[in-house]
C-alpha cells in the first residue's frame, strides 16, 4: 500500500500497524533477578497457598471467644512467634502471646491487637470488643493454591517479581527479546567526538533510539551511519534484514533526490509509505522485509522521538507479547500558557504539567515547538494533544494532555 498521497490519521496508522504484527512465540526460561523488563511466556500459576497458613495481623494476644468475659483478665499460657509456633496445651480460660506473622494457635478465634490490652495482676485485660477472626490472616487470602497469579502477555516489575519469589518460584520462562537494528542515514551525519565537515550535524536519532530500546528491553543491533549511497544503504537493510525482528532507520523517508529507501524497500519488501497527519512527525515509513518489520523514522530528531514513542513504541510491546501495554491516559486542563497551533494536523506539542497556586492542574509550553528543539522532551513531562483543525489556543482554554511514561522520564 502507499499512502504518499494523502495524510494517514495517526489512530489508523497504528490500527494497521499492530494488526500486522504477530507476537513473538520463542522463549527463555530465567532466574528472577534476571527477569525486569520481560514479559510472561505463560500463565504462572501460584504453587502454594499465600498466606501458607493462619497467621496473626497484629502484635497482640490470640483468644477464643468462649474464654472471653468483659473485664476479666485473661492469663498468659505461651508465646507464638513468627518462625517459632505455639506448640504446648492452650489450657481453657487462658490467651496466647502472638506476633505478627506468626501462626495462630488451633482454636483461636481472634487476635487482640496489643493497644486495646492492658497488664492486670493475673493476666491481660481487653478493653475493646473482639470480633471473631479479626486481626487473623487466613491461609490463601492472598493467593489461592492452582490460581493464576500473572497471565501470559505480563510484563515483569518490581511489582510482580517480589509476589513470584513469595510463592518460591525461582525462575520464569519468559518471551525472548525483541531483536532491532538500528541505523542512521545521511551524508550529513556525523558521529558526536568527531569534528564536524561543512553542512555536517551530529547524529543524535540513533542514540535516542538506541536508548530507548534498552530501556524498552530489546537486544540492540546498532549499524552505525549509513551513506547516501543505494548499494550501501541496500546492503544495510539486507543484514539488518537477516539479523533482526524490526529494522528502525532514522531519515531518508521524506520526499528528497537523495533518500533511496523508499527504492530499495519497493524492491525488498512490501512498504507502505504513510505521511501522518500529526505534527511532529509527518514522514514516517511501516512495512514488511522478507524476515523483519521495518519503521523509518523521520530525520529531525523530536519527529523521530516522537514516532517512535508513538507507534514503534506499541509496535514492540505488542511483538514482545506485552497484553497490557497502554500509554498514559489523556486528562483536560486549562492551558496556563498561549499556545501556537495552525489548523490541519493532529499536533502533539511538549508541555508542562503542574499545579498552579489553587491547586489545579494546568500545562504551559515549554517554548518553541520547532522539530529540532529536543530539549523540550527534557523541559516537558507531557504532550499538549491539540485536535486537527483547532488554530491558536488562549491562556485558560480547555486542552486534553497526555503525561510522558517512563521512557521519557514520567
Not at 220 to 240: K, S, T, W
Amino acid at each position: 500500500m502507499d499512502f504518499t498521497a494523502g495524510l494517514m490519521p495517526l489512530e489508523t496508522a497504528l490500527t494497521q500497524m499492530l494488526a500486522s504484527i504477530t507476537p513473538l512465540s520463542e522463549q527463555e526460561t530465567l532466574p528472577l533477578l534476571s527477569c525486569f523488563g520481560r514479559v510472561t511466556a505463560a500463565d504462572i500459576v501460584s504453587p502454594l497457598n499465600v498466606p501458607g497458613f493462619d497467621n496473626s495481623a497484629m502484635d497482640g494476644y490470640a483468644v477464643r471467644l468462649a474464654d472471653l468475659v468483659a473485664g476479666t483478665p485473661l492469663p498468659v499460657a505461651g508465646k507464638a512467634f513468627a518462625g517459632q509456633p505455639f506448640h504446648g496445651e492452650w489450657p481453657a480460660g487462658s490467651c496466647i502471646r502472638i506476633m505478627t506473622g506468626a501462626p495462630v494457635p488451633a482454636g483461636c478465634d481472634a487476635v487482640v491487637m496489643q493497644e486495646e490490652t492492658e497488664q492486670a495482676d493475673n493476666g491481660v485485660r481487653f478493653t475493646a470488643s473482639v470480633k471473631a477472626n479479626q486481626n487473623i490472616r487466613r491461609s490463601g487470602e492472598d493467593i489461592t493454591q492452582g490460581a493464576t497469579v500473572f497471565a501470559a502477555g505480563t510484563r515483569l516489575t518490581v511489582a510482580e517479581l517480589p509476589v513470584l519469589a513469595s510463592l518460591g518460584i525461582a525462575s520464569v520462562a519468559v518471551v525472548r527479546k525483541a531483536r532491532v537494528a538500528v541505523f542512521s542515514t545521511g551524508d550529513e551525519l556525523q558521529l558526536p567526538g568527531q569534528p564536524l565537515a561543512e553542512g555536517q550535524i551530529y547524529d543524535t536519532n540513533r542514540l535516542a533510539v538506541h536508548l530507548m530500546l534498552e530501556q524498552l528491553g530489546c537486544e540492540v543491533i546498532n549499524l552505525g551511519i549509513i551513506p547516501d549511497d543505494p548499494q550501501q544503504l541496500r546492503a544495510a537493510f539486507l543484514e539488518a534484514n537477516r539479523i533482526a525482528d524490526v529494522v528502525l532507520s532514522s531519515g531518508g523517508v521524506s520526499v528528497g533526490e537523495a533518500d533511496y529507501t523508499k527504492t530499495i524497500l519497493d524492491e525488498l519488501g512490501e512498504i507502505g509509505f504513510w505521511k501522518l497527519a500529526i505534527k511532529p512527525g509527518k514522514p514516517f515509513a511501516f512495512g514488511k522485509l522478507p524476515d523483519s518489520w521495518f519503521c523509518g523514522l523521520p530525520g529531525n530528531p523530536v519527529s523521530a522521538a516522537f514516532t517512535f514513542y508513538q507507534l514503534v513504541q506499541p509496535l514492540l510491546a505488542k511483538l514482545s507479547g506485552n497484553t497490557a501495554h497502554s500509554l498514559p491516559a489523556r486528562q483536560r486542563v486549562r492551558a496556563a500558557t498561549r499556545l501556537k497551533k495552525s489548523p490541519g494536523r493532529l499536533d502533539f506539542q511538549r508541555g508542562i504539567l503542574a499545579r498552579n497556586a489553587d491547586g489545579d492542574l494546568e500545562v504551559s509550553t515549554t517554548g518553541h515547538q520547532g522539530s529540532h528543539i529536543f530539549s523540550s522532551f527534557s523541559q516537558g513531562n507531557c504532550f499538549i494533544v491539540l485536535e486537527r483543525e483547532r488554530g491558536n489556543v488562549e491562556a485558560g482554554e480547555w486542552v486534553e494532555v497526555e503525561p510522558f511514561n517512563a521512557l521519557f522520564g514520567g
